[in-house]
């Protein structure tokens, strides 16, 4: 049924539970397993771009035009190349060893930015079947107003979405 499922992981609790439903479904499935973890991006100082002089970045009211579009327009790798350009990043380190008592060949992905879009966006560009993914504890005012990022991949991605609680 699934060919390439992908676990958003941050070493939470909630995405090792999560970490773990995708190992057993890679297994039944006989299928390919991608963790991927979204590193947030360091803020930016606006006025970098138009200072350094080693670019053209062009900036528009604080919005770095080249660096936003090439976010835009960068395609992940395909996850044949993941294996071994991010499996040795330490957030990964409880997973694989997971993965190893599973007896489950995983490939790693680290990726920057928004992990609403990034996570959508990889699935999208990468053939993922299906995002396994923790539900994070956001309460109050916080989830009403923003919605936890589990419900928000769900609504962003063009795959189906397993939610583990």
């Given at each position: 049924?699934?060919?390439?499922?992908?676990?958003?992981?941050?070493?939470?609790?909630?995405?090792?539970?999560?970490?773990?439903?995708?190992?057993?479904?890679?297994?039944?499935?006989?299928?390919?397993?991608?963790?991927?973890?979204?590193?947030?991006?360091?803020?930016?100082?606006p006025f970098?771009?138009?200072?350094?002089?080693?670019?053209?970045?062009?900036?528009?009211?604080?919005?770095?035009?080249?660096?936003?579009?090439?976010?835009?327009?960068?395609?992940?790798?395909?996850?044949?190349?993941l294996k071994?350009?991010?499996?040795?990043?330490?957030?990964?380190?409880?997973?694989?060893?997971?993965?190893?008592?599973?007896?489950?060949?995983?490939?790693?992905?680290?990726?920057?930015?928004?992990?609403?879009?990034?996570?959508?966006?990889?699935?999208?560009?990468?053939?993922?079947?299906?995002?396994?993914?923790?539900?994070?504890?956001?309460?109050?005012?916080?989830?009403?107003?923003?919605?936890?990022?589990?419900?928000?991949?769900?609504?962003?991605?063009?795959?189906?979405?397993?939610?583990?609680?």
């Amino acid at each position: 049924m699934y060919n390439k499922i992908m676990a958003a992981y941050d070493g939470s609790e909630g995405s090792l539970k999560a970490l773990e439903h995708a190992l057993d479904l890679t297994k039944v499935n006989h299928a390919q397993l991608v963790v991927v973890h979204v590193e947030k991006e360091e803020a930016r100082d606006p006025f970098d771009s138009l200072t350094s002089g080693s670019d053209m970045s062009v900036n528009y009211g604080g919005a770095d035009v080249k660096a936003y579009e090439a976010n835009i327009n960068e395609k992940e790798k395909p996850p044949s190349d993941l294996k071994t350009k991010h499996s040795d990043h330490e957030i990964f380190t409880e997973a694989k060893k997971l993965a190893g008592q599973k007896g489950v060949s995983v490939f790693y992905e680290v990726l920057k930015g928004d992990p609403v879009k990034r996570l959508s966006h990889f699935a999208s560009n990468n053939d993922v079947d299906l995002i396994v993914i923790g539900n994070r504890g956001v309460s109050g005012i916080k989830k009403f107003m923003l919605g936890s990022i589990s419900e928000r991949v769900a609504k962003e991605a063009t795959v189906p979405v397993t939610i583990i609680k």
